[in-house]
């Protein structure tokens, strides 16, 4: 079965970090450019960050390259998320896709992200 499981997500207080995973099942991350995107309540969905396939380039939208940085280790079939000086506007369920333009039915089911003291 193909599919993405993200994890990772949590309770962070204003200015932590956290590192958000995205594994891979039933096919090979390497091999399709895996997407980074973000929903809060009300709010349309939001791309942060992706990385390529095979040669694993980075994009991301200018407001996401300060504080969040997209990786990939191949031997573990995961993709990463780095995030960095959060602040309450990050809160939101985060989700991973094997699409860098999420044109794809393949989906995590979703890391929940509250950022609060």
């Known amino acids: 079965q193909v599919q993405l499981v993200e994890s990772g997500g949590g309770l962070v207080q204003p200015g932590g970090s956290l590192r958000l995973s995205c594994v891979g099942s039933g096919f090979y991350v390497y091999n399709y450019g895996i997407g980074w995107f973000r929903q809060a309540p009300g709010k349309e969905r939001e791309a942060i960050a992706c990385?390529?396939?095979?040669?694993?380039?980075?994009h991301s939208p200018e407001p996401m390259q300060a504080r969040f940085t997209v990786s990939r280790d191949n031997a573990k079939n995961t993709v990463y998320l780095q995030m960095n000086n959060l602040i309450p506007e990050d809160t939101a369920t985060y989700y991973c896709a094997a699409d860098c333009w999420g044109h794809t039915a393949v989906w995590g089911q979703g890391t929940q992200v509250t950022v609060s003291s």
């Open positions: 990385i390529s396939n095979i040669e694993g380039s980075i």
